[in-house]
């Protein structure tokens, strides 16, 4: 499996849309994507503004796919706005090499947390 870790670092002022675009792109991913495993947005609870995007991928060749789609390129549209100039992304990939076990890969709407 692969996996993509994204910390983003949201403008001031700007969490609502950021969270509306990538859930957008998230809900997008997972429903339409057979190649996308999983995609968890997290929000630091002592950092509010600090976000890391846990996605995992059947392979990169999926994960390529993804970066493709027309969600994922809305949503950099959007990002390239709502993020921070410096510091606004950074990423992390690498391949699975354990993993706890099976995992339900049914997605959790914001709403119901």
């Not at 392979?59 to 994922?72: C, F, I, N, P, Y």
């Not at 390239?80 to 890969?105: I, M, N, P, R, T």
């Amino acid at each position: 499996m692969f996996v993509r870790i994204v910390s983003l670092r949201v403008r001031p002022k700007l969490r609502d849309s950021f969270l509306s675009a990538a859930r957008a792109n998230a809900e997008a991913a997972v429903s339409q994507e057979p190649g996308c495993l999983r995609f968890d947005i997290c929000e630091s609870m002592n950092n509010p503004g600090h976000f890391t995007f846990y996605e995992l991928y059947r392979d990169q060749a999926a994960s390529e796919v993804h970066r493709q789609t027309a969600h994922a390129c809305s949503w950099r549209a959007a990002a390239a706005s709502l993020l921070l100039a410096e510091g606004g992304q950074e990423s992390w990939e690498g391949s699975s090499v354990w993993s706890s076990g099976d995992f339900d890969s049914t997605a959790v709407p914001l709403s119901e947390q």
